[in-house]
């Protein structure tokens, strides 16, 4: 389960209280002024009943237990979901949940806002043990790993009189990757001018290529050799090409560092589904790199961590740090 920090438990009139409270205390002087023993028993019962609506209305949001669950990795600028598992250990009639970003304050003039046009959360009515998982929607947000939104629940059970609510801070962050950008390598695999691979004539079936240690003294073409002081050897063109992977290379790419990254990124996937083998140079940061094959999930997933950190700010926890963006 994941650590959570809960705040205090907040309440306050709503607008039907706020009239109940006003009634309760016009009658309170008429039944002063008047000496009115049936007006003060009118009152009383009336402010006992306020009490006992603030009460309850604070025992029960008390009981509703919150289990924040892994949010999915998503694209930065796109919006998301956060899974929560929700519990009551008494039956609770209606209740709020919403997840709050933390650049967003509690302003609003009533937390519990269903008709509201910005209604992102959910209303639930939970039975007494009942549990549920429930999704709520998450802002847009730009690029990195960012901590979880808050999650806001209120209510204003029993008789809607007051509304309390109470804000919980899951420990827990979120990875928004890097978007996509067109970008053209500035340096591809070598060809043939740099590793001296060519076609031999026409009718031979081979590969020469520049002369690597290992190779058979047999397939060395010393006539070459003798003319420029070079190897060669030849290789048949059945026989498997090294695999020379892509460079990736931060400097070599235009922009900005955000262009840059997002450059990087749409390579690494583009690289990585066509199972081609890449090197990945960010300044200050060891390469990370993937082979050709179906083994380069890891390497891609990692690749694309460290895009999505790349150059931010980090809080003393370790977040990073970013405005929230309009969804």
Same mark, same amino acid.
């Given at each position: ?270 690289? $990585? @589904? =066509?199972?081609?083998?890449?090197? #990945?140079? /960010? ?7 993937? !082979? *050709?094959?179906?083994? $380069? @999930? =890891?390497?891609?997933?990692?690749? #694309?961590? /460290? ?7 980090? !809080? *003393? ?11």
């Amino acid at each position: 389960m994941q650590r959570l920090a809960e705040q205090k438990i907040h309440i306050r009139p709503r607008a039907w209280g706020l009239g109940f409270i006003a009634v309760a205390i016009v009658m309170l002087l008429a039944a002063i002024n008047y000496g009115n023993n049936l007006i003060f028993l009118l009152t009383f019962v009336l402010m006992a009943l306020m009490v006992n609506s603030l009460w309850q209305t604070r025992r029960f949001l008390k009981q509703i237990n919150i289990e924040p669950l892994a949010i999915e990795p998503r694209l930065a600028d796109t919006p998301g979901w956060f899974s929560v598992r929700v519990s009551s250990a008494s039956g609770h009639p209606a209740f709020y949940i919403e997840a709050i970003e933390h650049e967003h304050t509690s302003s609003k003039s009533d937390p519990y806002h269903p008709h509201e046009s910005e209604h992102r959360g959910v209303d639930l009515t939970l039975a007494k043990g009942e549990e549920t998982v429930v999704e709520l929607l998450i802002a847009s947000q730009q690029r990195g790993f960012l901590r979880a939104p808050n999650i806001e629940i209120s209510s204003h059970y029993p008789f809607g009189l007051f509304t309390a609510w109470r804000m919980i801070t899951p420990q827990q962050g979120q990875w928004l990757l890097p978007k996509d950008r067109p970008a053209r390598l500035q340096q591809d695999k070598p060809d043939a001018a740099d590793t001296g691979d060519q076609r031999a004539e026409q009718g031979d079936p081979t590969r020469l290529r520049a002369y690597q240690p290992g190779d058979s003294i047999r397939h060395i073409v010393f006539r070459h050799y003798a003319k420029t002081g070079v190897l060669i050897t030849r290789q048949p063109e059945s026989e498997k090409q090294p695999d020379i992977p892509h460079i990736l290379d931060y400097h070599q790419l235009e922009g900005d560092v955000h262009a840059r990254v997002e450059q990087l990124a749409g390579l690494v996937r583009k690289l $990585s @589904a =066509a199972r081609q083998s890449w090197v #990945l140079y /960010l300044p200050n940061h060891a390469p990370v790199s993937a !082979d *050709a094959g179906q083994n $380069s @999930a =890891a390497s891609t997933e990692e690749a #694309l961590r /460290l895009l999505a950190r790349y150059g931010l700010a980090k !809080d *003393a926890d370790g977040f990073d740090l970013h405005s929230t963006m309009s969804s």
